[in-house]
């Protein structure tokens, strides 16, 4: 599936901010969707996901400040982005996989599918 990930922009501290990822395929058939990011001289990490039927996981880091949803009927995923720190400032992928197990849905490695990325810069 081809991703189309966009919404990336400069904030200040405290803003928000909701990125969008469109597939090529139906969402609604796509085991987990991801969003990734990757700050410069750091290894891509994890930062929440969508299971098909409705479950979502986040990193202990954004939690209960980002919420990552759906829209079946646009073939998109969304992420928006609350209370943004200086820390969030990163490059935000997109993932996609129709073959993923609970076990790696925060691994990066288990995704077949990456969007072309869009940046995040936070000020303080």
């Known amino acids: 599936v081809q991703l189309q990930a966009s919404g990336g922009g400069s904030v200040q501290a405290g803003d928000s901010l909701r990125l969008s990822c469109v597939a090529s395929?139906?969402?609604?058939?796509?085991?987990?969707m991801a969003w990734f990011r990757q700050a410069p001289g750091k290894e891509r990490e994890f930062v929440a996901a969508?299971?098909?039927?409705?479950?979502?996981y986040y990193s202990d880091s954004v939690k209960g400040r980002f919420t990552i949803s759906r829209d079946n009927a646009k073939n998109t995923v969304y992420l928006q982005m609350g209370s943004l720190k200086p820390d969030d400032t990163a490059v935000y992928y997109c993932?996609?996989?129709?073959?993923?197990?609970?076990?790696?849905?925060?691994?990066?490695?288990?995704?077949?599918?990456w969007g072309q990325g869009t940046q995040v810069t936070v000020s303080s």
């Open positions: 969508s299971r098909s039927g409705g479950y979502t």
């Open positions: 993932a996609a996989t129709s073959r993923g197990i609970l076990s790696t849905i925060s691994v990066a490695g288990a995704y077949n599918d």
């Open positions: 395929e139906r969402t609604s058939n796509i085991r987990h």
